[in-house]
């Protein structure tokens, strides 16, 4: 059973997906991108990153694996780890795995993993239809161009015709004048034109990606029901496990050791595998949980790991 298709379903919805044994994929949304120099703009997407150290079984691949092959749990658990096994294999044989629509997973000399994501494919949904666009560059210099000269003759002319009478250099001054307002007043009217034909080309686009969003599906032969995330400052989903007890008596042996240490440890109701896990901590954000599992992991528990709950 090939879990890519599996694992590119859920990184449209989830900011993790976990490969028990082999690792995560993590995503982050990058705001939209002009590039000045070329013109181009490119839409908001997800950038796809791998963490070889999430390894542990959060349920939500083989879950989804099971609900679309309609095959129980556990088989589902041993169809991933027979094809985290085949990846294994293939990078000790041919130093690399390609993910479809994922990214390309290689050994580098040291014998650690590099994750290289197919960062043409876009996994943010509210991004759907767009695609980069390069916009044409506006030429003004005609214009200004057009006025630098008329002004140039316009004092060339005055220059030429001091020895007239008075009356005379008044109405060319007049004159001057007049010529410089509607010099500016043309150069104003091009302005407003360019802009109106601006907004009605932008609009026009606009229309026609609303309309692509509209009538938008996504091909997923068994999709999962939409999921809306909203994340909270009182929400602490991030959390650093010391560990995952079958007796409820060791987790609080556990739990109070570690607030006698001064860790502010939590304990996390029964999971549904019958296990009773203890928190160093929880936190709200991926990076200040990560920070302090891998300090926990030096200097006082090499086995902690992060478990990422699903709000």
Known sequence: ??????????????????????GAFLTEIQSA?????????????KLVSFNINLKNNDGLLANHVAQSEKIPY????????????NWKNKLDDFGGIILKNIGEITLNDTKNLV??????FNYLTNSFGFSSYVSPVIKREVLLQLEEKNSAQTADYSISNRKNSYNYLKFAAVFAIGLGVLGSVG?????????TETLLVQTNV????????????????????????????????????????????????IYIELLKLGYPARRLP??????????????????????TMNSIKKSHNPDAWLLIEVL
């Open 115 to 120: 994750f290289q994501p197919y960062n043409q």
């Open 270 to 291: 029964k999971s549904k595998n019958g296990l009773y896990p203890v928190l160093y901590e929880s936190f709200s954000s991926y990076s200040e949980a990560q920070k």
């Open 206 to 253: 606009q229309k026609q990606v609303d309309k692509k969003i509209q009538e938008a599906t996504f091909f997923i032969s068994t999709p999962i029901p939409a999921v809306t995330l909203t994340v909270k400052s009182d929400k602490l989903p991030y959390h650093v496990v010391a560990g995952a007890f079958r007796q409820e008596e060791n987790a609080e042996k």
């Open 187 to 195: 150069y104003k009217f091009y302005e407003n034109k360019i802009a």
């Open 74 to 85: 556990d088989i589902a658990v041993n169809a991933i780890e027979n094809q985290v096994i």
């Open 1 to 22: 059973m090939k879990i890519e298709q599996y694992i590119s379903q859920l990184l449209y919805r989830y900011q993790c997906v976990t490969v028990p044994g082999f």
């Open 33 to 45: 991108q002009l590039v000045e120099n070329t013109h181009s703009f490119y839409p908001p997407k």
